[in-house]
């Protein structure tokens, strides 16, 4: 296929998708749809159009142009310039940046999936037809309802989604794996739960994202099981859900955000070895108190910003690790150990303030020497990156007494300041780390 070919099929794809959402927010306006309805519609249609995205073009370079032109797209529909096909998406009453939120995990899980073909359709699927049928389920016929940060959700739809899921978890794994029918149903199983758990608790549309990413490294890493590594994660990480609830309970929040740390956690041991999740583990304690501490004046979604924050650094992360070439695990417990410390710093109960700078000094260098011995634990192209406890210290530092030296900046949005204050440096030093010394092989 020549590129005007691949061109041309790019930006086909991109304008009959706008060309159905303007013909899909004309019908419902006429046909006084549900709202959710057009929107669920649009949302099969574009992860349908996403997932044979890989065979269609022979280059890589035109499905990167069908996602920033998407992109683009989606932006554009939330001003007057595409208000009408916007409306397909943008009818419902809950603010969501799940379009946009889409659009990124086809682009991470095209950047990660090589060549496995499962670890791309399956996430997909799931996040297109799963998610469709318990809205629309819920919609329709949910009478029982449970709390989320986003308001409510059906037990009804869950079920939906709960189903369905099973179902096209076991349809992919018997057509894309080799796996034994015993092993693909347990496999089918467990996925279709941690989804529904996953799309339970999402909010703001970060179910786009956090699905089909979370269904990805529960492939990834227990592809193939249960050898005995794949089974001793699996418990690991089942393990950790319960007592990650308990901890965060324990600290004072509220059932909603004890379980979405739960989750967190779990995505978190599905992608790195239990010692590297220690210090992101401490990121979720550090938040479980400081959102206690800051009482009602927040609701459960504004509390949830570390987790979103936490979630965006881990991806970035993973995807830098493609063209890297090499692991960035240790780079991440920086982040992850300067984020810990500016929340700790930030949650400091009332003293005087040479009490409390003193106080988040030695949380900082706790949480430099806790990195520091979790670092040693890695080994080979985990292990590429020595001499980087200078900088380590400096991160963790910079962002553990920013609260202290100027607090009036965290006095608003602390979470999110103080999550790009931990990770962007941390990521900045990986890249540069990569280029200066091409990766594993320095």
Not at 314 to 321: N, P, Y
Not at 323 to 341: E, N
Not at 418 to 436: D, E, M, Q, R, S
Request: with cysteine; hydrophobic share 55%; charged share 10%.
């Amino acid at each position: 296929m020549s590129i005007v070919w691949q061109l041309a099929l790019a930006l086909g794809l991109i304008l009959g998708l706008l060309t159905i959402m303007s013909l899909l927010s004309r019908a419902a306006r006429k046909g006084d749809w549900h709202p959710e309805l057009a929107r669920k519609i649009v949302h099969v249609l574009a992860s349908g159009l996403a997932i044979p995205l890989p065979w269609l073009f022979v280059d890589d370079w035109p499905v990167w142009l069908v996602l920033g032109l998407a992109v683009a797209a989606m932006m554009a529909m939330r001003t007057p310039l595409l208000a009408g096909p916007g409306r397909a998406l943008h009818s419902v009453a809950r603010k969501s940046w799940g379009d946009v939120l889409l659009v990124v995990s086809v682009g991470l899980l095209f950047l990660l999936q090589g060549m496995h073909p499962v670890l791309y359709v399956l996430p997909l699927a799931v996040v297109a037809l799963g998610d469709a049928a318990a809205a629309l389920a819920g919609s329709a016929y949910g009478r029982n309802f449970y709390l989320t940060p986003d308001g409510h959700k059906s037990v009804e739809g869950s079920t939906m989604f709960l189903l369905v899921t099973l179902i096209l978890a076991m349809i992919c794994l018997l057509l894309l794996t080799e796996m034994g029918r015993g092993e693909l149903i347990l496999a089918a199983f467990c996925i279709a739960v941690f989804a529904t758990v996953i799309e339970a608790d999402s909010w703001a549309g970060l179910d786009n994202l956090f699905l089909p990413m979370g269904v990805y490294l529960f492939l990834v890493n227990f592809y193939g099981w249960p050898d005995s590594g794949g089974l001793t994660r699996l418990v690991a990480a089942a393990v950790a859900m319960p007592l990650a609830y308990g901890l965060s309970r324990a600290a004072g929040t509220t059932g909603q955000i004890a379980r979405i740390h739960a989750v967190a956690l779990f995505m978190i041991l599905c992608a790195v070895h239990v010692w590297n999740a220690v210090l992101p583990g401490l990121v979720l304690l550090a938040h479980a108190r400081l959102s206690v501490r800051q009482g009602d004046g927040q609701t459960d979604r504004d509390a949830l910003n570390v987790v979103t924050g936490l979630a965006a650094v881990s991806f970035a992360f993973l995807a830098i690790d493609v063209p890297c070439g090499a692991s960035g695990i240790s780079f991440y417990g920086i982040g992850c150990a300067a984020i810990a410390a500016g929340l700790v710093s930030h949650g400091l109960p009332e003293m005087s303030r040479l009490l409390r700078l003193g106080a988040a000094l030695a949380a900082c260098a706790t949480l430099w020497l806790l990195w520091f011995v979790l670092r040693d634990l890695n080994t080979g192209s985990m292990a590429w990156h020595p001499g980087q406890e200078a900088p380590a210290a400096v991160l963790i530092l910079l962002a553990g007494l920013s609260p202290q030296v100027w607090p009036a900046l965290f006095r608003r949005g602390a979470e999110i300041r103080i999550t790009a204050l931990g990770a962007l440096p941390a990521l900045c030093l990986y890249g540069g780390n990569c280029l200066l010394n091409g990766g594993a092989g320095s």
